[in-house]
């Protein structure tokens, strides 16, 4: 965990900012129940605006989860660039100026509580490997991205090989070639 950003002593009026360099510690992602792992020492930026009221605080920063293909099971990587955006007075009971991530006991920001809830609203419903990612066949199993797009013969049912016969049969389709010796036998 990394350590909260303490606000205290920030010397700030209205209208002026700063801003610092804030370490992230973020947890693996799960995204329907498979991990993503991201890559240890994230450094993000955080911006601090006084307002005439309370402050705005943003957060900035680049993070990398890596874990499978949801296609093809692949290594597959998530670049997420986040940019977050929270508001917050002290001195107000109005929920659009009290950030969840703000202690005003202890006057800190909650920088890896903030970054895990921001990843949650960007992280994408599918980690592909690439956008085109063609995924495993159905029916083999084999990666489609080495193999190519391929189609099998489906072994015919005997239900279906009747229903093909009857049809045949029905449009008066004269037999192409002699028929196996098995069918004559019978
Ligand atoms: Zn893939
Ligand atoms: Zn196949």
């Not at 209205?14 to 020492?41: C, H, M």
């Not at 800190?108 to 066949?137: M, N, S, Y």
């Amino acid at each position: 965990m990394s350590e909260p950003y303490s606000l205290r002593a920030l010397g700030l009026s209205a209208g002026q900012s700063k801003s610092a360099v804030v370490k992230i510690d973020l947890d693996p992602y799960v995204q329907t129940a498979i991990e993503y792992v991201p890559d240890p020492g994230v450094e993000g930026t955080l911006g601090i605006t006084a307002m005439m009221e309370g402050i705005s605080l943003d957060l900035k920063f680049r993070a990398e989860y890596h874990g499978p293909c949801a296609r093809c099971l692949d290594p597959a990587v998530y670049r997420a660039l986040v940019t977050s955006y929270e508001l917050h007075d002290a001195n107000t009971d109005d929920e659009e100026m009290r950030s969840d991530f703000v202690d005003d006991g202890l006057q800190t920001v909650d920088i890896d509580g903030w970054a895990k809830e921001a990843i949650g609203l960007e992280f994408p419903t599918r980690v592909l490997c690439r956008k085109d990612c063609l995924g495993l066949c159905p029916v083999c199993g084999e990666n489609q991205n080495e193999t190519g797009l391929h189609e099998h013969e489906q072994p015919l049912d005997s239900r279906w090989g009747a229903l093909a016969a009857l049809e045949l049969d029905d449009a008066g389709e004269p037999d192409a070639g002699p028929e196996p010796a098995t069918d004559s036998a019978t």
